[in-house]
Nanobody, 121 residues
């Protein structure tokens, strides 16, 4: 199983980034999540998408700014991030689902290696 995130970088407040997560080694047709972790803080659930992409869920802190989507044929998970704020600065991880809850953080062994997002002027 391998999850490889990309697309992070430095962006000014109000800007946008699109993160990608390339999956391999498993069917990918399962629930997937985005998780983030800021320096000195615990991991935070960001978003969940159903196996077919029809159902999406967001943390209150990112709702109406972030959009999760997926390409099952290409085994890629996306996170479009708009109206970015300094408090969005974190390492972002895509993750396989663990358990059945929508808004929980899976164990770290289910995550990719992460991509850094820094929002600063």
């Amino acid at each position: 199983v391998r999850l490889v995130e990309s697309g992070g970088g430095l962006v000014q407040p109000g800007g946008s980034l699109r993160l990608s997560c390339a999956a391999s080694g498993f069917p990918f047709t399962e629930v997937m999540k985005w998780i983030r972790q800021s320096p000195g803080k615990g991991p935070e659930w960001v978003s969940t998408i159903s196996a077919d992409g029809r159902y999406v869920y967001y943390a209150d802190s990112v709702d109406n700014r972030f959009t999760v989507s997926r390409n099952n044929a290409g085994k890629i998970l996306y996170l479009q991030m708009n109206s970015l704020k300094p408090e969005d600065t974190a390492v972002y991880y895509c993750s396989r689902q663990y358990g059945s809850s929508v808004d929980t953080v899976p164990p770290s062994q289910y995550w990719g290696q992460g991509t850094q997002v820094t929002v600063s002027s």
